[in-house]
């Protein structure tokens, strides 16, 4: 199936409001026409079932980001971090574009036309695409999270284990900055044994109070431990990116905008789902107040 066909299917058969799969078919159709030179860039073509995310990031730059980084090159988070600052409404679209690719390529895994979708994880810039405070899911919604996150396996990205982990961790209520600095020091009981509850420092290495782990939460703990990157010298924290160093803050809600990308229901929500959103849901439906 060719890629525009691809994209046919994907938005005609999905479940999709009419106004997101206009948009997304708009984001998708930029991007094959940037591969096969329909919109001209310096380059070669680019086959859009086999590519690299350095291929996307040109895409993004040329189309959409050139103006706003000016001289700066757009080559890592830095440079996301200064659109998000400086540019906040280009850090929101763009972050669109890239939940539309992650759909379309979770279609082609779908379809059989790839293995592995790409991990489009590090292109996002990790704002939050809402200015309101967090509305919470609803029960169907908050169903098809932990359907999402369950689906989340090696197809969708190389450490999806740790990935799964922390949504797990913000359906307990932590904060994405708590999860940024979870210590291996403060797991109860501590390891090798499996534990149960953790305690969260606070910015001045204060230790917070304990969260005691649901049962998922511990399976996904328990199954991550042996896979996780091994730690850079004198460095502790539970949740380990590149290089052996702890993740960055706004990994949490790249990572939670990845996997709604990959639902039809979450990545159609309005407003989107964000790390704070899953903290302020929960487990457990609570009771209304008196």
């Known amino acids: 199936m060719n890629p525009r ?13 009419p106004s997101s799969q206009a948009a997304y078919r708009q984001e998708v159709t930029s991007w094959l026409d940037w591969c096969d030179h329909t919109w001209p860039h310096n380059g070669p073509t680019v086959d859009p079932y086999a590519f690299g995310i350095e291929h996307v990031a040109r895409w993004a730059y040329d189309r959409y980001l050139k ?7 757009f080559d890592g988070p830095a440079a996301l971090t200064f659109i998000a600052q400086e540019f906040p409404a280009v850090a929101k679209s763009h972050d669109r574009r890239i939940t539309a690719l992650t759909g ?11 293995r592995i979708a790409p991990d489009l994880t590090e292109l996002r810039s990790g704002l939050d695409r809402d200015d309101t405070p967090p509305k919470r899911l609803n029960p169907s919604e908050r169903a098809a999270l932990f359907a999402a996150i369950g689906g989340w396996g090696p197809s969708n990205a190389r450490h999806y284990l740790r990935d799964r982990l922390i949504a797990y961790l913000l359906l307990e209520g932590l904060r994405p900055g708590e999860i940024v600095r979870l210590d291996t020091r403060h797991l109860y009981p501590p390891l090798p044994d499996t534990p149960r ?10 230790v ?33 990116g590149q290089g052996g160093h702890p ?28 790390a704070d959103t899953i903290a302020h849901t929960g487990f457990w439906d609570t009771p209304a107040a008196d």
Do not use: M
């Open 5 to 17: 066909a691809l994209l046919d299917t994907w938005l005609t058969s999905g479940t999709l409001r």
């Open 67 to 73: 103006d706003c980084l000016g001289t700066r090159p």
């Open 104 to 114: 379309f390529y979770d279609a082609a895994v779908h379809h059989g036309l790839l």
């Open 197 to 206: 509850e953790v305690r969260a420092p606070d910015d001045f290495e204060n």
């Open 208 to 240: 917070g109070p304990k969260f005691t782990l649901e049962p998922l939460t511990v399976a996904a703990l328990k199954h991550y431990l042996p896979k996780r990157i091994k730690p850079a010298d004198g460095v502790h924290a539970l949740i380990i």
């Open 247 to 274: 993740i960055v803050r706004e990994y949490p809600n790249k990572i939670v905008q990845q996997i709604c990308a990959a639902s039809p229901v979450l990545a159609d929500r309005e407003p989107p789902v964000t």
